[in-house]
């Protein structure tokens, strides 16, 4: 019988770990399947510009992955038996239970809604497609004048009320946030951002929690009305509750708690890699949940797999965080790089051509998780016996 791998999820953590897992064990000796709720791949950091209202390039997963080996179970995944080594999947026919040797879990993360009462019943978010679906169709239904607030301070927000305000000029948006607008970027960075949201006309309301959301408004502590056709919840993000109630060891905020090779620390054969991971990076903090985290931890997932059931040796991944690429619209953005204690450093590169890197960089990473096996697959390292996997260097 083959070596079973499953892996959760198929976004920018998932679809690069299939591939290369695909790419370098031999298909004699692995069966590998993907089991993704979506059947195509999403380019999560366009979503919102898709809400916006712009049309993306549709990825189908089936066409991704053929000719790779790897199998596709589209369903969404409810339960992770951790004792039993089973994963509960739920499709249009059914029911279904998934048995697996290794797992790769990268189920990503979704609109953390802080327990704000009237978010998860009126509020939008752009954390997945649905709902970006969701919030596009409603922008659709309103006129000129229309309101839109959006909440939250942070780079999600930034994104979603630039490409908002300046896909639909013909809108009013807004933006409340507990701190500052962008408080955390450097001063070249921040006048830029100040700039950008002056240009695009968005009024801004710092050191303002939002506390209720209803269908037509959203009320601050100090009892304001903010009047909006709709509000964008872009508040933070949250993992899915699946890896807690699983019985894997997790963080307070649900983030599955790893050694430095991804496994979990409470069922090795278990890895994890994404937003779903916490793990310390090299500048002694948690890893913020990024592309290029995803980057990083899947290398690493991918990396202890192959050393693990094949008895290589596994190489460390640097766990590095550089900085933030926001886009502000499709024609500006602000590449700000942090120093080694992630604070923003002075400089800053914005504008056009930091927009022109932005769009390079994900049309690049969209093209190589579309090419998994690059035409190439390999197919060298086959099954070991008798290893087991070291615990050398444990973070966290
Ligand atoms: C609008 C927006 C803009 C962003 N911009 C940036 C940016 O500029 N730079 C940056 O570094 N990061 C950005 N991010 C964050 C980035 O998208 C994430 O950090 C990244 O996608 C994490 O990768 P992942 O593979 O862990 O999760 P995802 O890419 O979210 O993949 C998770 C996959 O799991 C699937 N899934 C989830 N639940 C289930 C289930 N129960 N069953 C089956 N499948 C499931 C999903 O459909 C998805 O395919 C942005 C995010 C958003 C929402």
Same mark, same amino acid.
């Given at each position: 019988m083959k070596h079973r791998i499953v892996v959760l999820g198929a976004g920018y953590a998932g679809a690069f770990s299939a591939g290369y897992l695909a790419r370098q064990l031999h298909s004699d000796d692995f069966e590998i399947t993907v089991v993704n709720a979506e059947p195509d791949f999403v380019e999560r950091l366009r979503n919102h510009q898709l809400a916006a209202g712009q049309e993306l390039r549709h990825r189908p997963l089936a066409e991704v992955f053929a000719g790779t080996g790897i199998r596709l179970r589209v369903a969404r995944v409810t339960d992770v038996d951790v004792e039993h080594r089973t994963v509960t999947v739920s499709d249009g026919a059914g029911i279904d239970r998934l048995g697996y040797d290794t797992l790769l879990y990268t189920l990503g993360s979704t609109a953390a809604d802080?327990?704000?009462?009237g978010v998860d019943e009126y509020a939008f978010h752009v954390a997945t497609r649905p709902s970006a679906l969701r919030l596009r169709a409603r922008l659709d239904e309103l006129g000129e004048g229309g309101h839109v607030l959006v909440v939250g301070g942070n780079l999600t927000a930034i994104e979603a009320a630039t490409e908002i305000a300046e896909s639909r000029p013909g809108l009013r948006v807004g933006l409340v946030t507990?701190?500052?607008?962008?408080?955390?970027?450097g001063p070249k960075a921040r006048r830029h951002l100040l700039r950008a949201f002056d240009r695009f006309d968005i009024t801004v309301h710092e050191h303002t929690a939002v506390e209720r959301v209803e269908a037509s408004a959203a009320i601050s502590a100090d009892g304001t009305v903010f009047a909006a056709d709709a509000t964008v919840w872009a508040a933070g993000f949250a993992v899915h509750p699946i890896a807690a109630a699983s019985g894997l060891a997790v963080q307070p905020n649900g983030q599955i708690t790893v050694d430095r090779q991804m $496994?979990?620390?409470?069922?090795?054969d278990v890895y994890v890699a994404g937003d779903s991971v916490f793990v310390i990076g090299e500048n002694g903090l948690p890893l913020p949940m990024s592309c290029a985290s995803a980057g990083f931890t899947s290398q690493q997932a991918t990396a202890a797999i192959i050393g693990d059931r094949t008895g290589r040796k596994i190489k460390a991944t640097s766990l590095a965080y550089v900085g933030n690429h926001i886009s502000l619209g499709r024609k500006d953005a602000i590449f700000q790089l942090v120093d080694g204690d992630a604070r923003a450093k002075s400089g800053a590169l914005c504008g056009r051509t930091a927009a022109r890197v932005k769009s390079a960089i994900l049309t690049t990473a969209a093209w190589t998780l579309s090419h998994?096996?690059?035409? $190439?697959?390999?197919?060298?390292y086959r099954l070991a016996t008798t290893r087991e996997p070291s615990f050398d260097v444990v973070a966290a």
């Open positions: 802080h327990r704000v009462p507990r701190g500052e607008l962008g408080g955390w970027l $496994r979990s620390v409470s069922h090795p998994p096996t690059f035409g $190439r697959p390999n197919h060298r």
